[in-house]
């Protein structure tokens, strides 16, 4: 991001760049940053944009070695084409004859950096993947957009939001809009604040239905099950789910009785730095042979629905209710 970021403000752009990984708000950002800054936005004889699996790559060779029309530039833009996960030799071997005269920016879901294409881009411009941020810099970032308006927001409340959101930026500047239109006449935001607005994601709502499953709250776990299948969660989903948060407990009791830290934590069981504490506080609700057990008869059940053995709506009512059961 900083070479992007550099070319920018030195005007010194390479002839081809691929952005590329899982954090697509970040993508969207500088693939706009570059369009911006490579022609002008009314300039639409020199621009061309090309999405989907279907691109023929000599077309794109053509409108390359095309001269721009009174123009400096000639931007190409092209979108998820797979040419990084399948072999397209063409471009492979065109990429160190571009022209100075053409600009080539991909932007791309998947990659494989074995690939030709891959390292011809890599070699000759600019190969930046955009992955998931870390929690101090969705802080800081998240900050910086409350200082320009003039809001404050406590550590806690902060973490609270967090929870809600998840980490995809996309995700958080959406609740990040809402909160702040609710709070439009407000100095510092509040954790009533978050509640009212900010929507929590399905595996937020996963989170609260195993603590409502480890505090033997049956009537509240079965209730928020049916919340889900109201907004059209695919049972099957929503047991993969089930299991996986059973397997994250699981992982974090056993990396806690042997003394790992928490960012290690963190890192193995994949969730955020900021979530470690409350999934230990959760994990504290089950024994290790309840969550072993329980990732067991998950899987068992998952088989059954597939095969046809149990309907996928009851298999999971089963899981719920056994484990919610007051012992």
């Known amino acids: 991001m900083k070479t992007i970021d550099e070319d920018i403000r030195t005007r010194q752009f390479?002839?081809?760049?691929?952005?590329y990984g899982d954090e697509n708000y970040l993508k969207q950002q500088y693939k706009n940053k570059l369009k911006n800054a490579l022609i002008s936005p009314d300039d639409t004889m020199n621009y061309s944009y090309y999405e989907g699996n279907n691109?023929?790559?000599l077309e794109l060779i053509d409108v390359a070695q095309t001269m721009p029309f009174f123009a400096e530039r000639r931007l190409i833009l092209i979108e998820d084409s797979g040419f990084f996960k399948k072999s397209c030799e063409e471009l492979?071997?065109?990429?160190?004859?571009?022209?100075?005269?053409?600009?080539?920016?991909?932007?791309?879901s998947e990659i494989d950096k074995r690939g030709r294409l891959y390292k011809a881009v890599n070699k000759s411009g600019c190969a930046v993947?955009?992955?998931a941020q870390d929690e101090q810099l969705l802080i800081r970032w998240i900050l910086g957009r409350l200082k320009k308006e003039n809001k404050k927001i406590t550590q806690s409340v902060?973490?609270?939001f967090l929870t809600k959101t998840g980490t995809d930026m996309g995700n958080i500047d959406k609740e990040l809009e809402k909160l702040l239109c609710y709070t439009l006449e407000k100095g510092v935001i509040e954790a009533e604040d978050v509640e009212a607005v900010c929507t929590s994601q399905i595996s937020n709502r996963i989170f609260?239905?195993?603590n409502a499953i480890g505090k033997r709250q049956q009537k509240l776990a079965l209730s928020l099950y049916y919340d889900l299948l109201a907004l059209k969660e695919q049972p099957m989903r929503i047991l993969y789910l089930i299991n996986r948060q059973f397997r994250i407990l699981m992982d974090l009791k056993s990396m806690k009785n042997a003394g790992v830290d928490a960012k290690t934590m963190a890192a193995k069981a994949g969730i955020p730095p900021f979530a470690v504490k409350r999934n230990l506080e959760q994990a504290a609700s089950f024994t290790m042979e309840e969550l072993k057990q329980a990732l067991t008869e998950g899987a068992e059940l998952e088989t059954d629905s597939k095969t046809g053995k149990?309907?996928?709506?009851i298999a999971v009512e089963m899981l719920i209710i056994r484990y919610s059961a007051h012992s």
């Open 92 to 108: 492979a071997d065109y990429i160190p004859e571009i022209p100075q005269t053409a600009y080539i920016v991909f932007v791309e």
């Open 310 to 313: 149990m309907i996928d709506r």
């Open 158 to 160: 902060m973490q609270l």
């Open 129 to 131: 993947e955009f992955g």
């Open 14 to 19: 390479k002839n081809t760049y691929l952005l």
């Open 55 to 57: 691109i023929n790559p």
């Open 208 to 210: 609260d239905m195993v």
